[in-house]
C-alpha cells in the first residue's frame, strides 16, 4: 500500500489492525537539543547498543570465548568463528533496529504480523527467548564472583550461599527497576559505567599482563581463515559462535529499547516508566510514516544514528568485550598450567591472577567478574519481563483495558514472579553449562527469525526498505546458525556432531 499523507492507514502484514501514519520526529524534537552534531550523538543518541552490549559481555566474552579458547584452545580457527558472528550479529541487530524505528512496534509484537499470525508467532517467540534465557546461568554466575569477593576464596556455585548471593542480585536488579523514572534510561546510564569501566580496566590489565605475542596471536586469529582446531567440541564450538557478541537469533529481545529511546516512530509510540516515572501509554498498535521528500530525509537521519549507535558502539566494543578477556584468560593458562572449565569460568581469571600477581589483581578481576555478569543479567532479567508484557498487552485488548493502559500494573507483578522462577532455576546446573546450552538455543532462533525479519521489513515504507543485498546476508547469517545448532543437537543427543573437527 502507497502512503502519501498523513492520516492514511498503512497496512502490514496480517492479523494486526494497520498502522497509523504520521510524520517522523525530528531528532533534535526527541532528544530536546537545537542541533546534533557528535557530542549529541554520543549523550542523546548513542544507547540502546550499550545495553545489549552490556548482556554480550557477559556470555561470550567472559565466559565462552575464555572457554573455549583459553582451555587448551587456541586463536587460530576459532578466532575467525568470533569475528564472522560479531559481524552477522551487527547486521542482524540493524535490521530488527530498522523495524522499530520505522513503526514504533517492538520485535515481539511486530512478528505478530508474519503470517500465519499472533497466535503462532507470539506463544513460538517468547518459548523460544524463554528456553534460552530462564535458566538464570549469569546470576549463577555473578553470585559465584560475589561469593569469592566478600569471603576472598572461591567457592562451587553449588554451594547455597553463593546461590543466595546470585538470588539477592535478582531482587536488586528488582529494586533498580521500580526506583527507575524511565527503566530504558536507567538501564542505559548503568550500562554506560559498567562496559566503560570493565573494558577500560581489561584493556589496562592486559597491556600489563599479556606479551605482545599473545596479542599477535589473538588478533592474527580473528582475521586468519581457519578451520577450528582438531577435536573442538561441538557444543562449545557452537555455544561460542552463538554468544560471541550477544545471542544470534535471539538478539531481537534488547531491540525494543530503541521505542522507549525514542529513535523515529518510538517516539510516537511511547515507552515502559518505572514506578517513579509518570505513567506513559504505549500505542497498541504502532505507526510509520508518508513516502514523501521530507519523511525519506528524516529517515536518512534516524538511520545514520542506527549505524553509529550498532557499529561504532556495538561491533566495537563486542569485539574487544572478547579479545580482551580471551588473552587474559589465554595467557593464565599457558602461566599457571591449568585451565578453565565450566565449573571455574567465572572465577578463573581471579584465582589465576591472584596466583601469578597477587592478591590486588585477584580482587580487582572478581570486582570486573561480578560487574560483567550482573550486567548482563540485568539485562536478560529485564527483557523476560519486557518482552512478556509488552505481547501481552499489544494482543490482549481484554488485559489491556483491564490495566487501563498502564504496562506497570503487569510489569512489576510479573517481574517478582519471575525473580522467583529464576532463583529456582539456578539451582539445577552449573553457570558455565546453563550458559552453553543458552548460547546454543540462541543459535536455533537463528535459524528462523532472520526470515520472519526480512518478511517484515520488505513490506515497510519505500524509504525504509533494506537494500537487496540484505537478504542474501540474512540468508548466510541463517544457514550458518543451522549447522552450529544442528551439529550441538547431533552431538548432544545422537551421539556425535555431524561435523567432527
Known sequence: ???????????????????????????????????????????????????ALGVSIGSGEWLLGPLAIGGGGTFRGLGIVILISILFQTFYNREIARYVTATGEVPIVGFARVPPGAMFWVPVSLFLFYAAFLIGGWAASAGQGLYALITGEAAASTEEPVRLLAMALIVLILGLTMAAKKISRTLELANW???????????????????????????????????????????????????AAMSTGLNWYMMGHYRDKGYGMGHRVGYLAGMRGESKEVRQVGVTFPNDEKNAALWKRWARFLSIDMWGVFFVGALLGILLPTLLVSHLADLTGTVPTEANIPTYAASALQQTHGQLFFYLALIIGVMIMFSTQLGIFEALVRNF????????????????????????????????????????????????????????????????????NGKLPEAARPPGYTNVILVLFALACSFFFINFVADTFFGGPVVQF
Do not use: C
Open 1 to 51: 500500500m502507497a502512503v502519501t499523507e498523513k492520516g492514511d492507514k498503512y497496512d502490514l502484514g496480517v492479523g494486526r489492525p494497520p498502522l497509523d501514519v504520521l510524520d517522523l520526529p525530528e531528532p533534535e524534537e526527541v532528544f530536546g537539543v537545537r542541533h546534533i552534531g557528535f557530542k549529541e550523538t554520543i549523550k542523546f543518541a548513542v544507547g540502546p547498543s550499550l545495553i
Open 193 to 243: 559505567v559498567m562496559v566503560v569501566f570493565v573494558l577500560s580496566f581489561l584493556l589496562v590489565v592486559d597491556l600489563f599482563v599479556v606479551p605482545m605475542s599473545k596479542w599477535v596471536e589473538g588478533i592474527t586469529g580473528l582475521i586468519t581463515p581457519a578451520l577450528p582446531p582438531k577435536g573442538t567440541d561441538a557444543t562449545v564450538l557452537g555455544g561460542l559462535f552463538g554468544f
Open 389 to 456: 508484557v509488552d505481547a501481552a498487552m499489544a494482543t490482549s485488548p481484554k488485559l489491556r483495558a483491564r490495566l487501563q493502559g498502564d504496562e506497570r500494573r503487569f510489569y512489576f507483578p510479573y517481574m517478582v514472579f519471575l525473580a522467583i522462577v529464576i532463583s529456582i532455576m539456578i539451582h539445577l546446573a552449573l553457570p558455565g553449562t546453563l550458559i552453553l546450552f543458552s548460547a546454543n538455543l540462541s543459535n536455533l532462533g537463528g535459524m528462523i527469525f532472520p526470515f520472519v525479519l526480512m518478511y517484515l
